[in-house]
């Protein structure tokens, strides 16, 4: 038993090093506007015309296989709330952008699905998630349950979606 219990922790010990590694190869740096490409700047005002940007990020050095390598992120205000965020290859090409939503805001029938599922659960906020490369639009849900909190996901007809079969990007995008 002692040698069971030994080994476990020892595992435990092994892949502490191994997810801080993972986690690690996910930089985000802010940016000044000068620090920008212009085509990124140039599609940002393209798509949001009375945007006002508050700040830029960029985040790199993302897994193999992803398409793009890195993006350029913009927080800005658009239609009178300053809860989005856009995007951007560094050629300027809009890949998502993320609307920040409040429990209240959320569609009727995500929120009766939401209770439906999980009972016991709280809804924190959502974020109505637009990727472009997938012509596709996913409602990102932070619920509580028991005191944990945790992301569900669900497409604009509000079924389900099982985050296993989501894009990486929607999984990366914070």
């Not at 890949?95 to 599922?117: D, I, R, W, Y």
């Not at 809804?123 to 637009?130: A, R, T, V």
């Amino acid at each position: 038993m002692k040698r069971i219990i030994l080994i476990n922790l020892f595992l435990t010990l092994l892949t502490i090093p191994l997810a801080h590694s993972q986690m690690g190869r996910f930089h985000k740096f802010s940016l000044n506007d000068n620090e920008v490409p212009s085509q990124v700047i140039e599609s940002q005002n393209k798509h949001f015309p009375n945007g006002f940007v508050t700040n830029w990020f960029r985040y790199s050095n993302l897994p193999e296989g992803n398409s793009t390598g890195s993006y350029y992120i913009s927080n800005f205000q658009f239609e009178g709330s300053n809860s989005f965020k856009a995007y951007y290859t560094d050629e300027g090409r809009l890949v998502s952008h993320v609307k920040f939503l409040p429990k209240f805001a959320l569609p009727e029938q995500l929120v009766e699905n939401v209770g439906s599922t999980y009972l016991n659960t709280r809804i924190k906020s959502g974020d109505l998630i637009k990727l472009y490369d997938y012509n596709m639009e996913v409602y990102r849900l932070r619920i509580n349950i028991e005191g944990l909190l945790q992301y569900v996901y669900f497409d604009k007809y509000a079924r389900m979606l099982e985050g296993g079969n989501l894009p990486f990007e929607v999984m990366t995008l914070n």
